[in-house]
């Protein structure tokens, strides 16, 4: 939907109003009405009131014919609101144009729909059925970002690269083992969202205001309607409950983080210094004053975007920390930085999966930077702990060497055997032969990483149907 103010609403209605002898100020609708944001839950309102209508109908509130009368007008409602401009100056919030357009199509009948419900409990549901589709939309987005990396390591298993501690050359390693690190953060992340989504699983309507529904009605029935698994325990909670948002936004920011600590491993991979991988052009930008300029600025949005989502949650947690029972106007504001979240993922994931997949990998370069004496002293006192000699005495030799060898100016293998280093020793200045020695669970070894890209290929895929079959559903 567009987010427009020019076109002719229904009138204008306020959902209270009779205890009042003086109309609402314009500065107080400035600073109260909500409707140029929750118009998102717009679809989820629509669909939460047919659910009760069908509850009001079984209740013995409405007839079968009031019911069939409203579900076609509020169905009627949201196919011309598609892709529409909505009034957003007009009304106080997505419910009460909700009721005003509802109004307009069924006449006083529409008065009748709100028996029992409040827009505590309306919005308490709206915002649930809202954050199903935002998880579950990351999911996919996370499901398919990890078969890309998948992809590329096994592709890539046995291509040796630097790998780094404190930012500092430390032990070779494959690209492919590179991927599959973030392939398990991912997968991680994925399960948060899963969680996120299921803690959400639970229908408030028919809480009321905070006390529960005067009118019989079947909750079970109503959440059954909407695709939930059952109904809110408790009416106070259901009606200020919002840890299933500070779920989703923890797991989203969480995985911001990951994906900012991935952007910036190829920030430096990319770089001049670096060069062991080119971004793709279709993904990279340039610069409009110096010509040879290409820049990573997908992965630098990923960085900021981390920032403010950790700013995001932040708030959110504040928000709600000193909100006593049950619903206070404070939760106004619980919305927007979820709207934002799903509109930062459902674009920063879909542009890092792009990139991911267009990386054209210098080989030559990551293994050049594979073979240096500072890489491999490692591998080379595991060659002489290969042969006896104690782990701490071959450290203490292998850095005695490394200094003499920096002093003269020179690489081990240029100094040549001596100092306690043998050539048999020496043999292992090879990266290859050093990422093949790492063979246990969870190691470098090109084998070990062939079978756990397979593993992991299985599980993205696993996820991606289990996206899918949730989304159907």
């Not at 314009?26 to 118009?39: T, V």
């Not at 003269?408 to 048999?424: D, N, W």
């Amino acid at each position: 939907m567009k987010r427009q103010t020019k076109k002719t609403p229904p009138a204008r209605t306020n959902m209270w109003g009779g205890r009042f002898a003086a109309a609402a100020d314009a500065r107080l609708k400035r600073f109260n009405d909500s409707f140029s944001f929750d118009w998102r839950l717009l679809e989820e309102d629509i669909t939460g009131s047919i659910a009760w209508a069908g509850a009001l109908r079984r209740a013995g509130v409405l007839s079968q014919n009031e019911e069939t009368r409203v579900a076609r007008a509020l169905r009627s409602i949201l196919a011309e609101t598609q892709g529409k401009p909505l009034p957003l100056d007009d009304h106080e919030d997505v419910h009460s144009f909700v009721e005003s357009a509802l109004a307009s199509k069924v006449g006083p009948l529409a008065k009748k729909l709100h028996t029992g419900r409040s827009r505590n409990d309306q919005v308490a549901t709206d915002l649930r059925l809202w954050l199903a589709d935002a998880a579950l939309e990351a999911t996919s987005h996370v499901a398919a970002l990890a078969q890309t990396l998948v992809a590329l390591a096994k592709r890539e298993a046995a291509t040796p690269m630097p790998g780094y501690t404190h930012l500092k050359q430390a032990e070779p390693v494959t690209f492919g083992h590179w991927c599959l690190a973030y392939v398990e953060m991912l997968f991680r992340d994925a399960d948060r969202l899963v969680a996120a989504f299921a803690r959400g699983d639970e229908c408030p309507l028919g809480s009321g205001a905070l006390a529960g529904s005067p009118v019989q009605v079947d909750r079970e029935a109503v959440a059954a309607a909407l695709g939930f698994s059952r109904p809110t325990a408790n009416s106070l909670d259901a009606v200020s409950d919002r840890d299933f948002a500070a779920d989703y936004l923890y797991a989203s920011t969480l995985m911001l983080t990951h994906l900012s600590r991935l952007a910036e491993d190829l920030i430096f991979f990319s770089s001049d210094e670096a060069g062991y991988v080119e971004l793709p052009d279709a993904m990279s930008t340039g610069s409009s004053r110096m010509p040879q300029k290409k820049n990573p600025d997908v992965l630098e949005l990923v960085r900021g975007h981390a920032a403010r989502a950790i700013g995001e949650t932040t708030g959110f947690l504040a928000l709600l920390k000193g909100l006593p029972l049950a619903y206070d106007k404070d939760l106004q504001l619980d919305k927007e930085p979820l709207f934002r979240m799903r509109d930062t993922l459902s674009a920063a994931l879909p542009a890092l999966e792009a990139l991911v997949a267009g990386l054209q990998l210098n080989r030559d370069r990551m293994r050049a930077a594979a073979s240096s004496d500072l890489l491999l002293a490692t591998a080379v006192a595991d060659a002489l702990a290969a042969r006896g000699v104690a782990f701490r005495e071959a450290h203490d030799i292998v850095g005695r060497r490394i200094a003499e060898a920096i002093a003269k100016k020179k690489t081990l293998k240029e100094l040549g055997p001596g100092g306690g280093i043998t050539a048999a020793d020496l043999a292992a200045l090879d990266p290859s032969r050093s990422v093949a020695a790492k063979k246990a669970i969870g190691g470098t070894a090109p084998a070990r990483v062939r079978r756990a890209a397979a593993a992991a290929a299985k599980r993205a895929d696993a996820l991606a149907r289990r996206v899918g079959k949730e989304t159907r559903e």
